[in-house]
């Protein structure tokens, strides 16, 4: 997975608690992505960037706050931390308006607690 | 809307037989199909796609993918397996159609246990 990286790799947090998860990327892909990979649901898209600075909604947004002030950067915000969210959260990048598919991260496992 | 379906949670497979996971799809127009492997601890790494032209797509690992466009289907093949090959294992799909965002609609995932 070099070239995309996520940051923590495990992370513990309580109820209630506000946590970022970071994703970076050395290409200068367009495109970014943030899924969560639960059991019995696969991948569910929470958001998605086309650009720096653009930003839209995935399937399972709620609960969840993204930006992009950089093209390399895309970190997740958890508000305030449910124990629904505890999950296995992957980014992606994609070159742009092609065919061509994803590369993912090694993945952020968060458990709320 | 786009959808992915594999109807199989797992696939369990002797070492050395032929193994398929299974993938049909729903798209408004044409689609793009891809197949991804997770290993344990790890993201998804690309194993193969289907844009146009032939509908047998060879990938990564030698595994080969069967695009039938009149059943909806895209699975995933391998003449041989391996030990070495038990993971899970997605489908993704994109439609033609919705440029806009670039998202790939992902499966629910199977299990393919290869065993010795």
């Known amino acids: 997975d070099a070239g995309i990286t996520q940051s923590p790799r495990y992370k513990i947090t309580e109820t209630g608690r506000q946590v970022t998860l970071m994703c970076h990327q050395t290409w200068s892909h367009s495109y970014m992505f943030w899924y969560r990979q639960d059991l019995g649901h696969g991948l569910r898209l929470i958001y998605y960037s086309a650009a720096a600075d653009i930003t839209d909604k995935g399937e399972v947004p709620d609960g969840y706050v993204v930006s992009r002030s950089k093209t390399e950067n895309f970190p997740l915000t958890l508000e305030s931390a449910t124990r629904s969210q505890t999950s296995v959260y992957f980014c992606a990048s994609s070159e742009g308006l092609t065919v061509g598919g994803y590369t993912f991260g090694s993945g952020t496992r968060l458990t709320v607690v | 809307a786009q959808s992915v379906a594999q109807p199989e949670d797992q696939v369990n497979v002797a070492e050395g037989n032929p193994l398929t996971v299974k993938c049909t799809y729903s798209?408004?127009?044409?689609?793009?199909l891809f197949w991804y492997v997770q290993y344990p601890n790890r993201g998804l790494q690309f194993l193969l796609k289907?844009?146009?032209?032939?509908?047998l797509v060879k990938g990564s690992y030698g595994f080969e993918a069967e695009f039938n466009k009149s059943q909806t289907s895209f699975h995933l093949k391998k003449p041989s397996a391996l030990v070495s090959d038990s993971a899970l294992y997605f489908c993704?799909?994109?439609?033609?159609?919705?440029?806009?965002?670039?998202?790939?609609?992902f499966g629910g995932g199977t299990r393919l246990m290869v065993k010795p």
């Open positions: 993704a799909v994109r439609d033609d159609i919705h440029i806009a965002g670039n998202m790939l609609t």
């Open positions: 289907y844009i146009t032209g032939d509908n």
């Open positions: 798209v408004s127009g044409n689609p793009y």
